[in-house]
């Protein structure tokens, strides 16, 4: 059972996206980043960005990070923040399948030891990364409000999350 819940586990878990270290990313020889969309960047139900992230995502791009967004979304919203981002995206990435992460691997250009996945979700963004061996960064939720399935979710999540933390208590 613990190796089962073990693919649920984020290498990193920080409470936003403007926490993460990315200096330390690049000690680590990340070239490149795979960002959620929905609730990891901007709320789900809202058309731009939070401050936080914009802020964090150009600094990203200054330091020379590969960016690509990764998203359950519809193509229109992906398409929206591809456009506003200036950054290449998926959308209706069917996540936690590997077919999208591999895909943003092919496009970027890099091997799974360099690239780090950013999401929101212990089902769709951490666990997709895990199954291709990418590093993953659970972030919390920007926004409470989230579409109705994702609430349901978040209730099994809880219980991954719980033995999450008392795992990485007891490996410190």
Same mark, same amino acid.
């Given at each position: 059972?613990?190796?089962?819940?073990?693919?649920?586990?984020?290498?990193?878990?920080?409470?936003?996206?403007?926490?993460?270290?990315?200096?330390?990313? +690049?000690?680590?020889?990340?070239? *490149? #980043?795979?960002?959620?969309?929905?609730?990891? $960047?901007?709320?789900?139900?809202?058309?731009? &960005?939070?401050?936080?992230?914009?802020?964090?995502?150009?600094?990203?791009?200054?330091?020379?990070?590969?960016?690509?967004?990764?998203?359950?979304?519809?193509?229109?919203?992906?398409?929206?923040?591809?456009?506003?981002?200036?950054?290449?995206?998926i959308s209706?990435?069917?996540?936690?399948?590997?077919?999208?992460?591999? +895909?943003?691997?092919?496009?970027? *250009? #890099?091997?799974?030891?360099?690239?780090?996945? $950013?999401?929101?979700?212990?089902?769709?963004? &951490?666990?997709?990364?895990?199954?291709?061996?990418?590093?993953?960064?659970?972030?919390?939720?920007?926004?409470?409000?989230?579409?109705?399935?994702?609430?349901?979710v978040r209730?099994?999540?809880?219980?991954?999350?719980?033995?999450?933390?008392?795992?990485?208590?007891?490996t410190e």
């Open positions: 059972m613990k190796y089962f819940l073990k693919k649920f586990y984020p290498s990193i878990y920080v409470d936003e996206i403007s926490e993460i270290p990315l200096d330390l990313l +690049k000690k680590r020889g990340i070239k *490149g #980043l795979i960002i959620d969309l929905d609730n990891t $960047i901007a709320p789900w139900d809202q058309p731009a &960005v939070t401050q936080s992230a914009e802020r964090w995502l150009k600094q990203a791009k200054n330091d020379g990070f590969k960016i690509f967004l990764v998203s359950n979304s519809i193509t229109s919203r992906v398409n929206y923040f591809m456009e506003a981002l200036d950054i290449p995206g209706m990435a069917q996540k936690p399948r590997r077919g999208s992460f591999r +895909k943003a691997l092919e496009l970027m *250009g #890099l091997d799974s030891n360099q690239v780090t996945v $950013i999401g929101d979700q212990i089902f769709t963004d &951490v666990l997709g990364g895990n199954r291709l061996n990418l590093h993953t960064i659970l972030v919390n939720p920007i926004n409470r409000k989230e579409f109705f399935f994702t609430r349901l209730l099994a999540e809880k219980f991954v999350m719980k033995r999450f933390l008392l795992w990485f208590n007891k």
